[in-house]
């Protein structure tokens, strides 16, 4: 059996306080707790102060580019679609420059999990104002406040047919690690979008600030009704965040619906040799 230590990699430099840090923890817990050890998954950054934890996170990794994450989690899948594939990337990078690619991501039902580090700001660029800052945000890129209205991320992955729709605060380690679980045993595309505090350069959307509007769903509350998630999903508007499984269907994945892809993992079937014969003629 794996320990925490087996997925450690270099220390985090992510600034003490910084809800990046639980949301470490948690992966590594989460994939300890599922019985996975470093050989048996791969994580896929994007860019920002999330995608840093390529360096503090040890299993098979791909460091993509700003905004290609998704892509490039797709492509390893589809390489091998045993492999279970989590993405870590911030809301700048998956909502803003790779939003393209998350919302077909969530259309095709690609068996990914995405972890989303969602602070409001660009914190490796020391704050400009993100995808999800609420209108009005005052930043050094938004001086006299954001004009957009926010991105919102649940009611996104939901209308663009994400089959697990998720919330958690880093401010709540023992449900993140359980809301990261449920999305890595799902079979589908699962989001886990992480209200993840900037201590450093976003002084509205605090840790008591979270405390103060978020709340967990009941226990009784039922995954399955699509319409009553985008109910919660709408809550963004009156500034409340709820916090737990939002949605859960069955739907095939992308790689199940690929017939080539029935029986054996792509990367172990046997080459096709015509392809080197014809490489053979440029060559
Ligand atoms: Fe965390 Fe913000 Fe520091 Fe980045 S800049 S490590 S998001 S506190």
Excluded at 90 to 97: A, I, L, Q, R
Aim: hydrophobic share 35%.
């Amino acid at each position: 059996m794996s320990t925490i230590n087996d997925f450690s990699g270099y220390q985090p430099t992510w600034c003490p306080g910084c809800g990046n840090w639980a949301i470490g923890v948690a992966v590594k817990t989460a994939l300890v707790q599922l019985g996975f050890d470093p050989s048996s998954v791969t994580a896929v950054f994007g860019i920002g102060c999330s995608g840093n934890a390529n360096d503090f996170l040890n299993c098979y990794g791909f460091h993509a580019l700003h905004g290609r994450a998704i892509p490039a989690a797709i492509g390893i899948k589809i390489a091998n679609h045993k492999m279970p594939v989590l993405v870590l990337s911030g809301d700048g990078d998956s909502y803003g420059e790779g939003g393209n690619h998350f919302l077909h991501a969530c259309r095709g039902n690609h068996d990914l999990t995405v972890i989303i580090h969602d602070n409001c700001v660009y914190g490796l660029t020391t704050g400009q104002a993100a995808p999800t800052a609420k209108k009005g945000y005052v930043s050094k890129s938004t001086p006299n406040g954001i004009i957009e209205n926010p991105v919102n991320p649940l009611a996104l992955a939901l209308t663009q047919g994400a089959t697990f729709v998720s919330q958690a605060f880093a401010g709540d380690t023992p449900q993140l690690i359980d809301i990261i679980k449920k999305a890595v045993r799902h079979k589908g595309f699962s989001l886990v979008n992480v209200l993840q505090p900037c201590i450093s350069f976003n002084k509205i959307n605090t840790y008591g600030y979270y405390k103060e509007h978020t709340y967990k769903l009941d226990n009784d509350y039922k995954r399955d009704d699509y319409r009553q998630a985008l109910e919660k999903a709408s809550e963004l508007n009156e500034e409340k965040f709820p916090l737990g499984v939002i949605y859960e269907v069955d739907r095939p994945d992308f790689t199940g619906e690929l017939p080539q892809l029935d029986g054996e993992v792509l990367t172990e079937k046997k080459r096709f040799t015509g392809f080197d014969l014809l490489i053979k003629e440029f060559i």
